[in-house]
């Protein structure tokens, strides 16, 4: 039963090519938003809290501050709305879901960078 379930939302679900982010990257999601007739692209950049789900039903959910109050989005990965994912940044973490990131302010608030060590060929 559970496989007809599968295969039914494989073919009905909208798949896009995003790069590889997870929990402490920073993303910049670029949202459609339809007002009336009107059609407009929203930036919405912050930090990914967690990542959720598998397949069709997987989300993420990004959280950032904006005038002093924290907001937080939770996202479909294969939402037809998404024109586009940016990493800016790649988080050395060591958690899958970051939740304490909630209550920290200021400088404990920062997330240290993941260092990515590059190694010459040789000629």
């Known amino acids: ?9 494989e073919e ?3 798949v896009s090519n995003h790069p590889d982010f997870k929990a402490g990257s920073t993303v910049t999601v670029y949202y459609k938003i339809k007002e009336g007739n009107k059609e407009r692209i929203q930036l919405f950049q912050g930090v990914v809290i967690q990542r ?3 397949g069709a039903t997987e989300t993420f959910t990004i959280r950032k501050i904006s005038g ?3 907001v937080e989005r939770v996202i479909p990965i294969n939402s037809p709305f998404i024109e586009k994912i940016e990493v800016n940044k ?3 973490v ?5 939740f304490y990131f ?3 302010r200021g400088k404990s608030a920062r997330i240290k960078e993941k260092q990515t060590f590059y ?3 040789a000629k």
């Open 52 to 54: 959720r789900g598998s």
């Open 102 to 104: 909630r209550e920290r």
């Open 119 to 121: 190694t010459k060929k």
């Open 94 to 98: 060591r958690r899958a879901r970051i």
């Open 68 to 70: 002093n109050v924290g």
């Open 1 to 9: 039963m559970s496989n007809i379930i599968k295969e039914v939302q």
């Open 90 to 92: 790649v988080g050395a």
């Open 12 to 14: 009905l679900v909208h």
